[in-house]
Every structure is written in structure tokens, then in C-alpha cells.
């Protein structure tokens, strides 16, 4: 996707409009503002595809609703989907907001959607393309005065700059990195777990390493790649929230299954621990699932998870709670001790799909 590709600015008539305020209602965006969302709203769906797949916008337009009430401006923020591979997302200055099909694609789960979202959104509410095309080198004294000169072409011009800016996530890393902790405020604030922030930077760090050649959007890889994800995992350590990956990766999901005479414990569907059928049986492992469920987090580091002897036996302990000793085993049950070998195969596995996050904070 190029900018050529959206430099003709059209007027198009409005798009419904999911959080912030109505069509209809008061807005804090500025005239200014309210120009470029229009134009650069038009340019974006005169030159793409948008979806109109139902799931997909209500899936979109619950995540604007809730996190528009945390920002710090009203603005009309209108949610679409852009029918494009591309892994992208972005906000037009005013409140107009995409996401390709491409990202929605890519994330794992809701929590990564919102982080992106919510990443968009503080773009829009922070002023930030204006902000980034009066740093640009093309808005200095002399590129105004040429756009002055134009006799009228130079609102067209502008409106290209800024959609530039926004399409092509190119921001200063300051200005990426503000972006980022006042999506992680509103995040918080409405009730979505901030990690998915987190893990969708590393993910599409180790994304784009792996092409040969990078796609243009919001966390695109570049030499301040590293420096925004170790802001965004101090901003939120500061703010006490707790690094647990495993719930916007979708990962070290625990369930219990009879298969084959067998009951099993399994772990993102790979089994951990086996026994023989029965009452008591699948109490024991119901009640382990739900501990696991509990405690069971990517960043565990391995010395974490042990086998400890008790005066009944041994029992298995993840950070100092314990799991199951035993002495709880029914006969014909493996030993406790292949459940933690089978846990460690499982957590290494997982942290080997994301080799450059630092899981070990």
C-alpha cells in the first residue's frame, strides 16, 4: 500500500460512527481537524476496499465504543475495515479510524485488537499527525509558503501530508511512545487488560524480522522498535499492571478430557498428565486444571516450577503455590514429577514462538 494511492482527496458523505460522539453531536475537533477527517476519509475509501462483513465491524465497533469514553477529547471516531493484507492500522487527524484485514488477521485475541485500537484512537485524540507534519521538514517556512502559492491547491497539499502521516505510521518515537501509554491508560480504564499492547508490539517486531522487507504501519520494525516495547513493559510495571502474556497470546489454556479409556489433563490441547477414569480422578484433575489456570504464566522463569518432597510424598510448586502433591494421586495417574516435566516442555515451547521478548523482567 502507497501513499500514491490516496493522495486524490474526494468529499464522500459521512460514515456511521461507532463511539466518541454521533454525527450529529459536539465535537472537540477543530475546523482544521474536521477538514482532514473528511478528505483524508474520502482518499481512503476512494482507493480501497472496505468490508462490510457484519462479525468483523461489531467485533471493531465494541472495542471504539468502550475506550472513547477514556480519551481526553470528544471526537467522532468512525470505525472501518480496509479489505487489504497489509498488517496496518491507522487514524486520519479528526477521528476517522481503519484496520485491515491483515491485522485482524494477525491478532491473537481482543486484547491485542483493543491495544491496537486504543493505540489509533490516542493518535486522533493527542493531535499527533498534527503535531508530527509541523516537525516534518516539508512544513517549513518555505514548503508553507509554496503551499500558499498554490492559489488554492494548498489545502489538498496539507490534506495529503497528513494522510501520509497517519497511513503510514510515520511518527516520531516520542510521539509513538505517548501514543502508546495513553492507549494503555484508556485500556486500563475500560476494563481491557493493557498487555495486549505489549505483545503485539514484540509480535510484530519478530513479524516484520522475519520478511524481507518491512510493511509501513504502527509498529513497524526499526531501530526504535525496542526502545518503544521496553517504554510501553515500563509503563505499565509502574503502573502495577502485571506482565501476564498469556492472556492476549491466547496461550496455556488448561482443560480436562476422557479420550481413548484415558483421562487427561492438556495444556493448548498437548497432554501434560494422565490417569484412569473415574469420580475421584476427575475431581483431582479438574481442581489441578483450575490452579494451573491461576498461576500457569509465560514469565514464569523455570526453577519456578519444582517438585518439592513433603512428609506424604512430593508435590508439585509454581512459584511457591502448590498444584497437586502425591498424596492426592489416584492409582494409576502419572507421577507428579511427569506432570512438571510436561509443563516445562509446553512453557518452552510457547516462549520459543516469541524468542525476542524478554519474558524475564
Known amino acids: 500500500m502507497t501513499f500514491a494511492l490516496f493522495a486524490g482527496a474526494v468529499h464522500a458523505a459521512p460514515a456511521s460512527v461507532s463511539g466518541g460522539v454521533s454525527s450529529g453531536a459536539a465535537s472537540d475537533a477543530t475546523p482544521y481537524e474536521a ?33 472513547a469514553p477514556y480519551m481526553e477529547r470528544r471526537l467522532p471516531y468512525k470505525a472501518k475495515i480496509i479489505d487489504h493484507k497489509m498488517i496496518n492500522a491507522f487514524a486520519i487527524a479528526g477521528g476517522p479510524l481503519y484496520v485491515t484485514t491483515g491485522m485482524l488477521g494477525f491478532v491473537r485475541t481482543d ?42 491547491h494548498g489545502a489538498a497539499i496539507m490534506a495529503a501530508n497528513a494522510l501520509q502521516v497517519a ?4 511518527y516520531s518515537v516520542d510521539i509513538e511512545k505517548n501514543a502508546d ?38 509498529y513497524r520494525t526499526h531501530p526504535d522498535a525496542e526502545e518503544r516495547i521496553e517504554a510501553s513493559a515500563k509503563y505499565m510495571e509502574e503502573r502495577g499492571l502485571p506482565l501476564n502474556r498469556k492472556y492476549s497470546l ?15 489433563l492438556t495444556i493448548d490441547g498437548r497432554v501434560v498428565w494422565k490417569g484412569v477414569p473415574g469420580a475421584a480422578a476427575r475431581e483431582l484433575f479438574d481442581k489441578t486444571a483450575r490452579v494451573l489456570d491461576e498461576v500457569l504464566q509465560v514469565e514464569i522463569a523455570p526453577y519456578d516450577i519444582r517438585v518439592e518432597d513433603e512428609r506424604q510424598g512430593e508435590a508439585l510448586f509454581i512459584e511457591g503455590r502448590r498444584v497437586v502433591s502425591s498424596g492426592e494421586v ?26 525476542l521478548a524478554d519474558f524475564y523482567r
Not at 485524540?125 to 509541523?134: F, G, L, N, P, Y
Not at 497511513?167 to 510515520?170: E, F, L, Q, S
Request: proline share 4%.
Open 167 to 170: 497511513v503510514m505510521g510515520a
Open 35 to 67: 477538514k482532514l477527517a473528511r478528505e483524508g476519509a474520502a482518499s481512503v475509501e476512494k482507493s480501497m476496499t472496505l468490508v462490510s462483513n457484519p462479525a468483523a465491524l461489531a467485533r471493531v465497533d465494541m472495542i471504539v465504543s468502550r475506550l
Open 181 to 218: 501509554a495513553h492507549g494503555i491508560d484508556a485500556l486500563a480504564n475500560a476494563g481491557y487488560n493493557p498487555i495486549g499492547m505489549l505483545t503485539l508490539q514484540e509480535r510484530m517486531r519478530e513479524d516484520t524480522l522475519k520478511r524481507a522487507y518491512a510493511d509501513p504501519g504502527i
Open 111 to 152: 486484547l491485542e485488537l483493543a491495544g491496537v485500537i486504543a493505540h489509533e484512537m490516542a493518535h486522533a485524540d493527542r493531535k499527533h499527525v498534527i503535531t508530527q507534519m509541523a516537525r516534518n521538514d516539508r512544513m517549513t517556512l518555505l514548503a508553507i509558503a509554496a503551499i500558499i502559492a498554490s492559489r488554492g
Open 330 to 355: 489416584i492409582e494409576g495417574t502419572e507421577p507428579v514429577a511427569v506432570l512438571r516435566e510436561n509443563i516445562q516442555a509446553v512453557l518452552s515451547d510457547v516462549r520459543k514462538e516469541y524468542p
Open 250 to 264: 491466547g496461550v496455556l489454556r488448561p482443560a480436562v478430557s476422557e479420550t481413548s479409556g484415558d483421562l487427561r
